[in-house]
Every structure is written in C-alpha cells, then in structure tokens.
C-alpha cells in the first residue's frame, strides 16, 4: 500500500514539474516557433506553437540588418564586449574578494561596508556621472566604457559571492603554502584560485548573461551603427513609422539566445555548485 502511494505521489509530482517547466518554456517554444511563420499568422494563430507555413525567409531577412551592417556585425561586436567583459570581471572580482577574505588591512570593514552599500545601489544613480567621466576621456562611441569598468572592480554581487566561497576554505592551506615559501599572492594563484572554479563559472555565467542582454549602456555609449549590439540591433526592427518587422525580430532574437544555452548547457553543474556552496539563494 505505501508502494503504491509512493509512486502516485511520484506520477503526481512529475506531472505537476512538467507542466510547470513547459509554462516557464513556453514563451521561448513561441518565439521560435513563430520566428518560422508569415507575419499574419503570429498573431492570428498566436497560441500555436508549430508554424502552418515554414517561412526561413525570416532568418535570411533578419541576417541581412539594416544601411548595409549585417547582423553578423551585431552578434561579434556582442561577443567582443562580453567576452573582455567576462575576462575582466572574473580577473578583478577574484583578486578583490581574496583581499576581502583572507588579507587583513586598514579600514577593510569600512571598505566592506562601502562595497555591500553598492550592492544596492541602482545603476541610473551612477549613469550621469559615468556618462560625464567617459565623454571628458573621449570614450564615447567606443566599447571602452563597457569594458573598462569590469577590470577595475567588477561586479559587486560576484565579489561578495567569491567572498562568501573563500571563507568556506581552511584557512589551513593558506598557512601550509606561506609555510612552504608562498607570498600572498602566491597562495592566491596556487590555492585558492583553483579552488575557486564553482564560484568563478557562475559568475562567468551571470556576467555572461547580463552583459550580452545589456540594452542600456551600448544605447547610451554606442553612436555608431557599426559598433550596434545585438540588443541594439534588436531594437532596430521596431519602426514607429513603418511598422515592426515581427518575422525578422523574432529570428534574430532566437539566434541571440544560443550561446546563452550554450553556455548554460555546458556550466550547468558548476552554477549549481557554486551558488549552493556559497549560500546565496
């Protein structure tokens, strides 16, 4: 009898995980679904999933882009940011939070606090002058304002994520390396970042994501169409006056998510791990 109890309850749970993930997929299942179909039948069979009519068209039409700049253009100039990004941000963040955690200075708990003061600091405060810092330098309508800033600092959501995965290594290995002749920064480079590979990969996931679907800053900094973003050239789809090319818009938004599954898909089991182990929900 509890065999069989067991097991409904199994078969009721999985139905309801099911239904539940396919709700949660469903907006992405349509935006590829109707990526295939003729602009009149999106909305006028809106809910279904699987085109009447195979219309590749969208995706050749979306490639193309607009005044002669390809989308090919948009997606390297994406790929250039994010990645410079990424490199920054987990090269930066690292060697902030391993001060944070294992070194011991003047006014750290002041600085900390500063740090997780910035936390919840929402970014339109800091655009103004940001924006004034950047046009005195000459930066503006280039892609330094987007990257710059990841490898003086980083985020500081992932500096105190690495900062809560460092304080969960023995302080022992640290001891033992300085024991055998490591400076500071050595035991950084030999101990702790190798140990730091879960909580890295989630933050190469997160700054990953955040970055390649940051529609604010390359639409404030980027003037010029060649430097575009693909959200930028996401956004040029939409016409007021012309009308929303919808066929294209939504083929290009289906091929700006792939390397974001990519990268999740292969990541996966480390972003668990790193969030799990450094507590943070």
Same mark, same amino acid.
């Not at 099911?18 to 602009?39: A, H, N, Q, R, T």
């Not at 190798?194 to 996931?205: E, F, G, M």
């Given at each position: 009898?509890?065999?069989?109890?067991?097991?409904?309850?199994?078969?009721?749970?999985?139905?309801?995980?099911?239904?539940?993930?396919?709700?949660?997929?469903?907006?992405?299942?349509?935006?590829?679904?109707?990526? @295939?179909?003729?602009?009149? *039948?999106?909305?006028?069979?809106?809910?279904?999933?699987?085109?009447?009519?195979?219309?590749?068209?969208?995706?050749?039409?979306?490639? *193309?882009?607009?005044?002669?700049?390809?989308?090919?253009?948009?997606?390297?100039?994406?790929?250039?940011?994010?990645?410079?990004?990424?490199?920054?941000?987990?090269?930066?963040?690292?060697?902030?939070?391993?001060?944070?955690?294992?070194?011991?200075?003047?006014?750290?708990?002041? @600085?900390?606090?500063?740090?997780?003061?910035?936390?919840?600091?929402?970014?339109?405060?800091?655009?103004?002058?940001?924006?004034?810092?950047?046009?005195?330098?000459?930066?503006?309508?280039?892609?330094?304002?987007?990257?710059?800033?990841?490898?003086?600092?980083?985020?500081?959501?992932?500096?105190?994520?690495?900062?809560?995965?460092?304080?969960?290594?023995?302080? *022992?290995?640290? *001891?033992?390396?300085?024991?055998?002749?490591?400076?500071?920064?050595?035991?950084?480079?030999?101990?702790?970042?190798?140990?730091?590979?879960?909580?890295?990969?989630?933050?190469?996931?997160?700054?990953?994501?955040?970055?390649?679907?940051?529609?604010?800053?390359? @639409?404030?900094?980027?003037?010029?169409?060649?430097?575009?973003?693909?959200?930028?050239?996401?956004?040029?789809?939409?016409?007021?006056?012309?009308?929303?090319?919808?066929?294209?818009?939504?083929?290009?938004?289906?091929?700006?998510?792939?390397?974001?599954?990519?990268?999740?898909?292969?990541?996966?089991?480390?972003?668990?791990?790193?969030?799990?182990?450094?507590?943070?929900?």
């Amino acid at each position: 009898m509890k065999k069989k109890n067991g097991t409904l309850s199994d078969i009721i749970y999985y139905i309801f995980v099911i239904g539940f993930g396919f709700v949660m997929i469903y907006p992405i299942l349509w935006m590829i679904g109707s990526s @295939l179909k003729p602009e009149t *039948e999106i909305f006028g069979n809106a809910a279904s999933l699987i085109p009447g009519e195979w219309l590749w068209g969208n995706y050749a039409q979306g490639w *193309e882009g607009f005044g002669g700049i390809g989308f090919d253009v948009y997606f390297r100039n994406s790929m250039i940011v994010t990645t410079l990004v990424v490199i920054g941000t987990v090269c930066s963040a690292s060697i902030v939070a391993y001060g944070f955690a294992r070194i011991n200075f003047k006014f750290k708990a002041i @600085l900390f606090g500063c740090l997780m003061a910035t936390v919840m600091l929402p970014v339109q405060i800091t655009l103004i002058p940001q924006y004034i810092l950047f046009h005195n330098v000459g930066w503006v309508n280039t892609f330094y304002p987007l990257i710059v800033p990841a490898f003086l600092g980083g985020q500081p959501f992932f500096i105190f994520l690495l900062i809560q995965f460092i304080r969960g290594i023995p302080r *022992e290995l640290d *001891e033992a390396a300085i024991i055998d002749g490591c400076s500071k920064f050595g035991v950084f480079l030999r101990i702790i970042l190798p140990l730091l590979k879960p909580a890295l990969v989630t933050v190469i996931i997160f700054a990953f994501m955040w970055t390649w679907d940051d529609f604010l800053a390359p @639409l404030i900094y980027l003037n010029s169409a060649s430097l575009h973003t693909v959200t930028i050239g996401l956004r040029n789809f939409m016409d007021a006056d012309a009308g929303t090319n919808w066929g294209p818009l939504l083929a290009m938004s289906s091929l700006s998510l792939f390397p974001q599954f990519v990268l999740f898909a292969f990541f996966q089991k480390y972003l668990v791990q790193g969030i799990a182990t450094t507590g943070i929900k």
